[in-house]
C-alpha cells in the first residue's frame, strides 16, 4: 500500500499465514504515515490469527502497536528535556522474547501484555542527550504478573541521524521473571571521545537467581576484558563477586 497525498506519505503492507507450522492461519499488517506539515511520523502494526502451537487446542492470539514521533523541539515535559516520540501496545496469547534490546513475539497459550516506549532528548540541542526506552510486561491468565523487563539505549554527543558517531553511548536491559524468581540487569558502555577510546563497550552484568540462591556480578571477565584507551595507553580491568558463575 503506498499514496503520496499533498499533506501525508502512506506506506503499509499486509502478509497472511496459512497453516504456518508456529503462526497457523492469520495475517500481519503494518502502516507508515508521515505527515509533511507538523513533521509527525505515525506507525501502526496489527497481528491477528489462531494456531494450535505448543497447546493441545486451537487457540487465537492477536498483538497490536502504535507509535508516534515528532520533529524538534517535541514536546518539552521537563526544563532542557522533552519527548520526541510515544508508543504503546498490547498482545494476547503470545509470549515476548528478548534479543537484545528488542523483542520478538510467537504464539504461547494463556499469556496477556503490553508495551510502552517513549524516545526522549535534551532541547534545544538534541545532541546533548538522546535515548530510546521500552518497558513490557506480561501476565499470565489468572492475571498474575509473570515478567517485566525495561530497556535502553542512550547517546551523548550526537543527533538522531548521527547517533552511530555519538562520543558516548550505551544500553542497559533489566527483567524480573516472576515464576522463576530471576532478576537479570546487563549495561554496555562504549566511548569514542579522543583521548578516550573503547575498543568495546564495557559491560556489566548483574544476576540473581531467587529460586536457588545463586548469584553473581561482573565488571568484565578475564577472557573478556574491559578496556579503555587513554591517550594511546590501553588499560584493561575486571571484577566479579558470586557465589556462582
Known amino acids: 500500500v503506498y499514496a503520496n ?12 499465514r496459512n497453516n504456518d507450522p508456529v503462526f497457523g492461519d492469520g495475517f500481519i499488517g503494518s502502516l507508515e504515515a ?34 508516534a514521533t515528532f520533529t524538534a523541539p ?6 532542557g528535556m522533552a519527548f520526541r516520540g510515544f508508543g504503546g501496545g498490547a498482545f494476547n ?14 504464539p504461547k497459550h494463556s499469556s496477556l501484555g503490553f508495551r510502552a516506549n517513549a ?16 518497558l513490557l510486561g506480561t501476565f499470565s491468565g489468572s492475571g498474575g504478573m509473570t515478567y517485566i523487563g525495561f530497556t535502553g539505549e542512550f ?29 537479570n540487569l546487563t549495561a554496555n558502555v562504549n566511548v569514542n571521545a579522543t583521548p578516550i577510546t573503547t575498543p568495546s563497550p564495557a559491560n556489566l552484568v548483574l544476576d540473581i537467581n531467587g529460586k536457588t540462591n545463586n548469584w553473581y556480578f561482573k ?21 566479579m563477586l558470586c557465589n556462582d558463575i
Open 119 to 134: 524516545v526522549m532528548a535534551t532541547t534545544p540541542k538534541e545532541q546533548t542527550f538522546n535515548a530510546d526506552m521500552e
Open 5 to 16: 497525498l499533498a499533506a501525508v506519505d502512506i506506506k503499509g503492507s499486509i502478509g497472511f
Open 93 to 106: 496469547n503470545m509470549e515476548p522474547t528478548a534479543s537484545g534490546m528488542t523483542y520478538t513475539f510467537t
Open 219 to 239: 565488571f568484565g571477565e578475564p577472557a573478556n576484558l574491559n578496556t579503555v584507551n587513554v591517550f594511546g595507553i590501553s588499560l584493561y580491568e575486571y571484577m
Open 34 to 67: 508521515n505527515f509533511k506539515g507538523p513533521g509527525i511520523k505515525l506507525t501502526a502494526l496489527a497481528e491477528f490469527g489462531n494456531t494450535t502451537y505448543l497447546h493441545t487446542g486451537r487457540y487465537r492470539y492477536w498483538r497490536v502497536e502504535a507509535e
Open 155 to 183: 547517546y551523548i554527543g550526537a543527533g538522531f541521524d548521527k547517533r552511530h558517531k555519538a562520543k558516548v553511548s550505551g544500553d542497559v536491559s533489566v527483567s524480573y521473571d516472576f515464576p522463576q524468581k530471576h532478576f
Open 74 to 79: 517535541g514536546i518539552t515535559f521537563l526544563p
